[in-house]
């Protein structure tokens, strides 16, 4: 069994398409490796598998070993320095600050296919095979979190995934699932299906992050809240559930996921406290990790936030 030294498995998921659970998958992904613990992240979402492309590994194979196959590297457990401005100086001098990243894989369907662009036309019952065949097949070594990316709905795969997990998980693997939603009230109307899928299957409910509440402008400090904000928090009140936070969208975030580009703010953009100014991080070269370079994100004091959030119950449990 593929999940023996896996510490804990959450789930990523929502009744919406189009919400951001790959990107936000992929955040908590990064954000777990700076702080030191070794990821795993499985794509179950078998029709439009994009975590591939998030990781900027679209063209790597998987290998097969006996009984299964090895998952794609990110990158391996390691340190890196980390960037930190010295306000004592108030001369812009930065220090850097080493930090142990834990280890990050990835599986995906989209490893499999011959070409990004071929389709997946699959029934019912293969896609509940792959699903299991996931589940049971891929080496991921020990790891303290395996992130499951889901398509949206609530349908073969889902239903598969949190049947087998159930079965062949111990209570203690099992952590839950994090529902992402943005804050519009047509998605939380489709969210709320999700919350009642997890309440149905007996899955418990980490709590629901609020994707796209807000947009970063990259020529001023300021952040917009153009689809609204608030409603993923007054849904998680109304299901007793926790509230992660709230993620805007950062144009930046794309053009390094895209392009591989270094996020980079004007002076005065101050996110969670810290300041994501230009330089504020010191230099971050070209061939840097994604994991590296994302430090320098916007997002990412957001979501250091979020998982701090998420692990301290895990650490507490036994």
């Known amino acids: 069994m593929s999940l023996t030294d896996t510490k804990h498995i959450v789930l990523v998921l929502s009744g919406k398409g189009g919400v951001g659970k790959s990107s936000v998958t992929t955040q908590l992904a990064l954000t777990l490796s700076l702080q030191g613990h070794n990821v795993g992240v499985l794509d179950v979402d078998l029709t439009g598998p994009s975590i591939p492309r998030f990781f900027g590994i679209e063209k790597a194979k998987v ?16 340190s890196i320095q980390i960037k930190s401005s010295t306000d004592e100086t108030k001369n812009n001098s930065v220090e850097s600050e080493p ?21 997946v036309v699959w029934r019912g019952p293969k896609k509940t095979a792959m699903v299991r065949q996931f589940l049971s097949d891929v080496h991921w070594g020990a790891l303290d979190y395996l992130l499951v990316d889901t398509p949206p709905g609530t349908s ?9 997990l ?6 203690e693997q099992f952590a839950g699932a994090v529902v ?8 939380i109307s489709d969210v709320r299906k999700e919350l009642n899928f997890c309440n149905k299957t007996g899955v418990k409910v980490l709590g629901v992050v609020e994707n796209m509440a807000g947009f970063v402008c990259p020529h001023c400090a300021e ?31 794309v053009e390094l996921i895209e392009e591989g580009t270094t996020p980079s703010y004007p002076s005065g953009t101050i996110i969670s406290g810290t300041d994501m100014s230009n330089g ?16 320098s994100c916007s997002l990412h004091p957001i979501f250091d936030g979020i998982v701090k959030h998420l692990v301290q119950p895990q650490r507490a449990s036994p």
Request: with cysteine; aromatic share 6%.
């Open 180 to 187: 992402v939603t943005t804050p519009q009230a047509i998605s």
């Open 99 to 119: 930090r142990k990243i834990g280890s990050l894989r990835c599986m995906s369907l989209g490893f499999l296919l011959a070409s990004r662009n071929d389709a």
């Open 156 to 164: 073969d795969e889902h239903i598969s995934l949190v049947e087998t």
């Open 166 to 171: 159930l079965r062949v998980a111990t209570p």
């Open 280 to 295: 504020s991080n010191g230099p971050i070269g070209a061939d840097a990790l994604l994991v590296e370079k994302y430090t």
């Open 63 to 78: 290998t097969q070993a006996p009984g299964g196959w090895i998952p794609i590297t990110v990158h391996g457990e390691h």
């Open 223 to 253: 952040c917009t809240n153009i689809f609204s904000k608030g409603g993923g928090e007054v849904m998680a009140k109304e299901f007793q559930v926790d509230f992660l936070g709230s993620v805007p969208i950062d144009p930046a975030f």
